[in-house]
Every structure is written in structure tokens, then in C-alpha cells.
């Protein structure tokens, strides 16, 4: 019966408003790539691909007086971001929601949430191994000289008139860099910089040659010799369009003595500015 509707109030309907706001929270919380690339809202307009505009440089050159400037080309390209649907069911059964002493409906939506946020972070990260700019130190581990040379290589692209710097490296990544900054753990003292100090006693990085650090799992399986890719990026490097927010739904299946609930949204990534954006590939051996 699982195509069956149940049209009165069933409990799952009754859980509706606690899922529902518990997956939202937690879908917002737990993206950490996301709010770092640039987002496009399309909810609720026609069509299902987004045309991002991709604006030439100029350059001034000087001129005489009474000299008439000559034109500047400024023909403009475009990037496309589709949106696809993703989704995630869970059934919660009357016996495990009775039997239970927490709140089934936040769990539930705590669950469906963190699944669309890792998806969404797991699509943005995919596109970091595309940027034509890579340190790939497959074999070895990644250094602060290492983050030095990607912000210089932004730099050099003038990504810096486009936003802050932000690296996304995997954990395993950023213990390599926790490690060099501590003297592979040393005890705080004045011979560290006030960033290993802070590494050593918060355990995480901050910012370093002005790039601000994040650590994420979404990062992915190491690749077949081991490495990881992170990377380090402006906010224009990438793009995130969401056609429909996430929404929640639920439906009884009385045979089942069960309720299937059901989360959904459709969006889409694509890489915009190239030169805004460089990979890291590092070794990322296991740290135990």
C-alpha cells in the first residue's frame, strides 16, 4: 500500500512543522562550501538553467588632450548552471516513533538536512580537480609555502578585486598544515606564530596570507594515489543556483504502519571564473 494516502491528519503531518524546521536549520548549518561560492536564486522563475554573464577586463591607457579615445572591446560570455532534482526518503514506523524517548521529528529532520548539505558541498567540491591552476604535490603533503603560492597566483590573476580568499581543504590536508605551524605539536611558547599557537589551542587554523581556512570532509575519497584536492578560491571561482528550495513531505502507508517522509530540492553547481580558483592535490595519508 505503499501508494496510498492516507487524507486525514496522521502523524506524520502532525510532525510536519518540526521536521520541516529542523531540516532547514541543519541544511544551512552544516554547509560550509556553499556560502563560499557565488549563489543565484531562481526559485519560482521559468526554466531550469541560470546564464551567468562573464565580464572582460579593461585597460586604461593614457591619452592626449584632445585625443579621442579609442573603443575597448567589451564582449561578454556567459557560463550555464542547470538545476537537477536530488532527494532522500526516510520511513519512520509507528513502533520506532512510540518506542523512542527523543524528538523523532527533529532527528528526522536533522538527518534529511545534513544528507542535502552534504550533497550540495559534495557537487561544489567535484569541481575543484577542473581549475587550471593546481599545486599538485600528490606525494607529499601540503605547506603554508603552499597556501603563500595560491594566494599569489590570485593575486596575479587579480581575483582579489572579486572577494576575500577562502581555502576548503580535507582535514587530513589541514593537519599537515597544523602540523608544520605547531612544530609538530610543540607546547605553546613565544617561538610559534600566534597562529600555530591558536592552531595548538583551538585546533583550527584561522587565517593564513590572507586566506581564511575551512575544513571539510565533504572533500571526497583520496584519489588512487592517495591525495586529496582542496582548494583555494574567491567567492566567483564557483556558482551554486537553486531552482527550488528544499521542501519536505510526508505520506502514510498504513500497511506499513509507517509514514515515508520526504525531502527535495533541485539546484545546480558549475565553475564560473577559472582564474579564480587553484587546486591543491596533496598527499593526505591517514594521521592514526
Known amino acids: 500500500m505503499a501508494n496510498e494516502f492516507d487524507t486525514g491528519v496522521s502523524g506524520a503531518d502532525a510532525l510536519y512543522a518540526n521536521i520541516m524546521q529542523s531540516a532547514l536549520f541543519t541544511l544551512n548549518e552544516q554547509s560550509i562550501i556553499r556560502p563560499l561560492v557565488r549563489n543565484y536564486d531562481m526559485t519560482g522563475t521559468p526554466g531550469l538553467t541560470a546564464q551567468v554573464p562573464i565580464y572582460p577586463a579593461v585597460t586604461a591607457a593614457g591619452v592626449a588632450d584632445g585625443t579621442d579615445l579609442s573603443n575597448s ?7 550555464e548552471i542547470t538545476a537537477s532534482e536530488v532527494g532522500v526518503m526516510v520511513t519512520v514506523t509507528d513502533l520506532l516513533e512510540e518506542a523512542s524517548n527523543d524528538d523523532t521529528a527533529a532527528a528526522v529532520g536533522r538527518q534529511i538536512g545534513a544528507a542535502m548539505a552534504e550533497k550540495v558541498d559534495t557537487d561544489l567540491a567535484a569541481l575543484f580537480t577542473g581549475f587550471s591552476n593546481n599545486i599538485n604535490k600528490t606525494s607529499a603533503a601540503v605547506t603554508v609555502e603552499d597556501l603563500f603560492k595560491a594566494a599569489a597566483t590570485l593575486k596575479a590573476n587579480k581575483a582579489d578585486q572579486n ?14 598544515i597544523k602540523a608544520q605551524l605547531t612544530n609538530n605539536g610543540a607546547t605553546m611558547s613565544h617561538s610559534l606564530s600566534d597562529v600555530g599557537n591558536r592552531a595548538l589551542e583551538q585546533g583550527f587554523i584561522g587565517r593564513i596570507a590572507g586566506i581564511d581556512v575551512f575544513e571539510s570532509t565533504i572533500i571526497g575519497a583520496p584519489d588512487s594515489a592517495g591525495a586529496y584536492t582542496g582548494a583555494v578560491m574567491t567567492q566567483d571561482a564557483l556558482g551554486y543556483m537553486v531552482k527550488r528550495s528544499m521542501r519536505i513531505e510526508t505520506q502514510r502507508d498504513a500497511s506499513l504502519r509507517a509514514s515515508e517522509i520526504v525531502g527535495s530540492m533541485a539546484y545546480g553547481v558549475s565553475e564560473l571564473f577559472d582564474q579564480y580558483g587553484v587546486g591543491i592535490t596533496s598527499d593526505g595519508t591517514a594521521v592514526i
Open 163 to 176: 572577494g576575500a580568499f577562502v581555502a576548503v581543504l580535507h582535514p587530513y590536508q589541514a593537519y599537515d
Open 73 to 79: 572591446s567589451f564582449a561578454t560570455t556567459k557560463k
